[in-house]
C-alpha cells in the first residue's frame, strides 16, 4: 500500500508521501507523468495541484523535496508546497519546534521554520534577476530586472520577470476582475519568451504595504495561491517603484507576507499549512500496477467473478481425494471467497490503524499548541 497525506497552503493542494528512509520505489521516486496526471485528478484520482515527495538528501540538507505539477511535470520550487512540506514532515516526526530544516529542492537550499503561531516562515534564498538565469529572453530594463511589453487583445501589457529558482512573470494592471485572465494567463505561460514557460501574476496595488494577485501557475492554471509567485511579485513591485520592501500579498486563497530586508539577499515569506486528510491509494491507483502482473492477472482484476483455476484440474486434499468436479470448484470458490474477505479485511485493518496512529499524533499536537 502506499500510504499519503494531503495539506493546502491558502487553498493550493499537495499530496505528500514520506520516502526520507528511502523505502519508496522507483516508480513513485521518479513518477510516470501520466500517473501524476491521474493522483492529482480531482475526479478519477485523488486530486491535487501537485504532488511533493520528502526524501533523502543528496548533501548537507536534512531532506530532498521533489514536487511535480499536476500536468506531471517537475518543478524547480514551490512556496505553498515547501510549507506544506515543513508542516506535514514535523507532523509526521511529532515535531512542535521552530528549527530550521535545510530542504534541498531543484532551486538550491530552502530552509523553513514553524513559528509558535502556527505560521511557517521560509527563507526562500535571493531572487534572480538576469534573463539568463529566470530564463527569458526580455532585455534587462532601467528598473533593474528583465521588462517588456506584450500586445494581447489590442491592449499593451507591461510585465517584468523575475526568477525564484522557477519563471514568473508580473503585469501590473488596474482591475483583476474585468481582464480576460484565463487567455493572458495561458498565452503569457507559453510564450517564446519564457523557454522554460512561465507563472503568470496579474498585480493590483492597493497600496505600497498591500498588493493584490491572481495567480495562473505554469503546468496547473489558476490557483488559489503561489508562494513563489508572491515573493516575485513583491519583488518587482520593489523594483518597479510600486511597494515597498514588506507587504502583505493577498491571494484568492487569503494573504502571505512577504518581505525582502534591504531589497538585497533573501526573500522572507510567512504564511499557513495545514493538514486536510490521510489516506492510501488502493492498488489500481499504484504506479504501473497493471503493467507488474502478467496477462492472465490482470484479466483477473477487472473480473474478479472469474475462477480463479482451471476447472479441468483436480483438486488433491490432505484429508480425501474428490472425484465430483463441480464439487471441486464449489470448495474452491468458498476458499476464494473467504481468503479474499480476510485479506481485504486485514489490509482495511491495517490502513484503519496507521491512519488512526497519524490522526491521534495530529491531535496530539493540535492540543498542546
Do not use: H, Y
Given at each position: 500500500m502506499l500510504q499519503f497525506s494531503k495539506y493546502q497552503g491558502l487553498g493550493n493542494d499537495f499530496l505528500l508521501i514520506d520516502g526520507r528512509q528511502g523505502q519508496l520505489p522507483e516508480r513513485v521516486r521518479f513518477p510516470d507523468p501520466a500517473w501524476v496526471r491521474l493522483i492529482c485528478n480531482r475526479r478519477f484520482g485523488v486530486g491535487a495541484d501537485g504532488l511533493i515527495l520528502a526524501l533523502p538528501p543528496q548533501s548537507e540538507a536534512d531532506l530532498s523535496m521533489k514536487i511535480f505539477n499536476a500536468d506531471g511535470s517537475e518543478a524547480e520550487m514551490c512556496g505553498n508546497g515547501i510549507r506544506?512540506?515543513?508542516r506535514f514532515v514535523a507532523d509526521v516526526d511529532g515535531n512542535t519546534t521552530c528549527d530550521y530544516s535545510r530542504v534541498e529542492t531543484l532551486a538550491g537550499i530552502i530552509q523553513p521554520a514553524l513559528l509558535n503561531d502556527g505560521q511557517i516562515r521560509v527563507d526562500m534564498g535571493s531572487p534572480y534577476l538576469d534573463p539568463q538565469s529566470i530564463p527569458t529572453t526580455l532585455p534587462c530594463g532601467p528598473s533593474g530586472l528583465p521588462q517588456g511589453e506584450f500586445s494581447m487583445d489590442g491592449t499593451t501589457l507591461k510585465v517584468a520577470a523575475v526568477g525564484m529558482g522557477n519563471p514568473h512573470v508580473v503585469v501590473p494592471v488596474n482591475d483583476l476582475n474585468s481582464i480576460p485572465f484565463e487567455n493572458w494567463g495561458h498565452s503569457l505561460e507559453q510564450n517564446p519568451a519564457f523557454p522554460a514557460k512561465t507563472n503568470v501574476h496579474f498585480l493590483k496595488v492597493n497600496g505600497p504595504d498591500q498588493l493584490e494577485i491572481r495567480v495562473w501557475e505554469r503546468g496547473a492554471g489558476p490557483t488559489l495561491a503561489c508562494g513563489t509567485g508572491?515573493?516575485?511579485?513583491?519583488?518587482?513591485?520593489?523594483?518597479?517603484?510600486?511597494?515597498?520592501?514588506?507587504?502583505?500579498?493577498?491571494?484568492?486563497?487569503?494573504?502571505?507576507?512577504?518581505?525582502?530586508?534591504?531589497?538585497?539577499?533573501?526573500?522572507?515569506?510567512?504564511?499557513?499549512?495545514?493538514?486536510?486528510?490521510?489516506?492510501?491509494?488502493?492498488?489500481?491507483?499504484?504506479?504501473?500496477?497493471?503493467?507488474?502482473?502478467?496477462?492472465?492477472?490482470?484479466?483477473k482484476v477487472v473480473d474478479v467473478q472469474q475462477p480463479m483455476i482451471n476447472i479441468d484440474t483436480p483438486i488433491i486434499c490432505k484429508a480425501s481425494q474428490q472425484s465430483d468436479r463441480g464439487t471441486n470448484v464449489e470448495?474452491?470458490?468458498?476458499?476464494?471467497?473467504?481468503?479474499?474477505?480476510?485479506?481485504?479485511?486485514?489490509?482495511?485493518?491495517?490502513?484503519?490503524?496507521?491512519?488512526?496512529?497519524?490522526?491521534?499524533?495530529?491531535?496530539?499536537?493540535?492540543?498542546?499548541?
Open positions: 506544506c512540506l515543513a508572491a515573493c516575485a511579485t513583491l519583488v518587482a513591485a520593489c523594483l518597479l517603484g510600486l511597494s515597498g520592501e514588506q507587504a502583505e500579498v493577498r491571494l484568492p486563497g487569503g494573504p502571505l507576507n512577504i518581505s525582502w530586508p534591504g531589497r538585497s539577499g533573501s526573500v522572507f515569506m510567512i504564511g499557513p499549512a495545514q493538514a486536510v486528510f490521510d489516506g492510501v491509494m488502493t492498488p489500481a491507483l499504484m504506479p504501473g500496477f497493471l503493467e507488474d502482473v502478467s496477462d492472465e492477472k490482470q484479466s470448495v474452491f470458490n468458498r476458499k476464494e471467497q473467504s481468503f479474499i474477505s480476510s485479506s481485504v479485511n486485514s489490509f482495511a485493518k491495517l490502513t484503519n490503524d496507521s491512519l488512526a496512529q497519524s490522526t491521534q499524533t495530529q491531535f496530539e499536537k493540535d492540543g498542546q499548541s
